[in-house]
């Protein structure tokens, strides 16, 4: 799936603490001279129940919750952190829970900077944000006692450090107000495609899509937040056998690609040329799904399917759709460097929606797929094997595959729509 790339030079001066003092309290040059204060020390008296909140936190969108594949309940969501100070702050602690009550996460040292990046560079742990710019906290929060124990509401409690030229605590925690979360079900869905060997590439909440932020319509969006990319391999754990070039040799090019629900089309595109893989043309933000098809499952949940083969689309808008009904073919169409099928849900049919969770009525797990670093690449440009960890095949209901999962999907039936 389409991700920009923006990149982001800040030049910043060095600025003394008389300077930072008159920033941050309102120093007049006729009044008395402040006295000298240094980051340990007490903040400046001020007005009852007010204090300085260095990283104003926001959350973006209704944390939302979902069972993977490893029986986890996770709810997902993001805590952005504007930095209103004229200098560096560093947050070095981040809690989550419901208010009154345990904690669901406590991040700090390692798991704090791997949850955490500038809102441009979601890919690069930092916790340090510059002044005037964003970070932001991307939240996979595992829930002990199931979708039971989902709670109503959570609070962040932040705790951050400032430069000590500052005239205020060297460390400051805040606590944000309690927002509520989604504790409906996620949309249990048919899969999207059929038979053995299919890898969920970039699946959350640790792939490409679950940071893409986009600045869409004058807001930010993250449609993609529970995206799959659906790769594949065959028997012997080949994804291409022959010249990796070619659309066709990859095993799973031209698949079909199935409804998942009983729904209504309501974008169905078709006319575009696949890439070639691994040198793909650059598109623009019309063209960045390529061929593709949204259905409108209902309850406000739209399931997008993209980069589908040229000429294989076989729906039109207002069609109605059953349930494991073929829509289209898998191909490498749009923003795609190879052939894949992404799917997600969200609530709305474009990319300026939310991005919402799902799962699947049943699939098997069969395996692991390695990390995709040099030496995997090597072998699928070989058209080698590929080893996968074995996993004891079980079948898996009313979840999501997580990253680098191999999975059967079930054989399909189209059923009169209901």
Not at 212 to 238: K, S, Y
Not at 283 to 295: I, K, P, Q
Request: a negative charge.
């Amino acid at each position: 799936m389409w991700t920009p790339s923006v990149t982001s030079r800040r030049r910043t001066s060095p600025v003394t603490g008389i300077v930072l003092a008159a920033v941050l309290l309102g120093a007049c040059a006729s009044g008395p001279r402040a006295p000298e204060v240094v980051g340990t020390a007490p903040a400046a008296a001020g007005p009852a129940g007010v204090s300085y909140t260095p990283l104003v936190p926001t959350v973006l969108s209704t944390p939302r919750w979902f069972e993977g594949s490893d029986g986890t309940v996770r709810i997902v969501h993001e805590l952005q952190l504007l930095n209103a100070f004229p200098a560096p702050v560093t947050v070095t602690a981040v809690e989550v829970g419901p208010p009154g009550g345990p904690p669901l996460a406590s991040l700090t040292g390692a798991d704090l900077s791997a949850a955490t990046s500038l809102m441009t560079s979601g890919g690069e742990p930092a916790t340090t944000v510059p002044p005037s710019a964003a970070g932001v906290v991307w939240l996979d929060l595992p829930v002990p006692g199931g979708p039971s124990a989902v709670p109503e509401r959570l609070q962040h409690t932040v705790t951050v450090s400032v430069p000590p030229e500052l005239p205020v605590p060297g460390t400051i925690t805040y606590t944000g107000a309690a927002v509520e979360v989604d504790r409906r079900a996620p949309v249990g869905l048919g899969p999207p495609l059929v038979g053995p060997g299919w890898v969920a590439v970039g699946s959350c909440c640790d792939g490409p899509h679950r940071r893409a932020l986009q600045p869409i319509n004058g807001h930010l969006t993250l449609a993609q937040r529970f995206a799959v990319d659906w790769n594949g391999v065959d028997a012997d754990g080949r994804m291409a056998t022959g010249p990796v070039d070619r659309n066709e040799s990859w095993v799973f090019h031209g698949a079909p690609v199935l409804s998942v629900a009983d729904a209504t089309v309501v974008v169905a595109v078709d006319g575009y040329a696949d890439q070639v893989p691994d040198a793909p043309a650059p598109v623009g933000l019309e063209e960045a799904d390529g061929n593709h098809v949204v259905l409108d499952l209902g309850d406000g949940r739209y399931a997008l399917y993209a980069h589908l083969a040229p000429g294989s689309v076989t729906v039109e808008p207002g069609d109605r759709v059953c349930r494991g009904q073929q829509i289209g073919r898998l191909g490498n169409s749009g923003s795609s460097s190879g052939p894949h099928l992404h799917f997600h849900v969200a609530t709305g049919p474009t990319l300026d929606a939310d991005g919402l969770p799902y799962v699947f009525d049943q699939f098997t797990l069969t395996g692991r797929f390695p990390v995709l670093d040099d030496r995997v690449a090597q072998l699928v440009a070989e058209g080698a094997p590929v080893p996968i960890d074995s996993v004891e095949p079980g079948v898996h209901r009313h979840q999501l595959p997580l990253g680098r999962d191999v999975v059967t999907f079930p054989p399909q039936r189209p059923a009169p729509c209901r």
